[in-house]
């Protein structure tokens, strides 16, 4: 990777939490989702 700032996770492996905003600007944290099977992240770099 060529940014040090990003840490890749492996599979199953436990990350800290954090906040994102949603499309609403609405913040959600990771946590909110502790214990479901699934949570697929997704990050748009904008449509150009």
Known sequence: MS???VIP???AETVPDF???D???RGV???DFRG???VVLVFNR???
Do not use: C, E, K
């Open 3 to 5: 940014d040090p700032a």
């Open 9 to 11: 996770a492996a599979a």
């Open 19 to 21: 906040t994102l905003a």
């Open 23 to 25: 499309t609403a600007g």
């Open 29 to 31: 944290r990771l946590s």
């Open 36 to 38: 479901r099977r699934h």
């Open 46 to 48: 904008g449509f150009t």
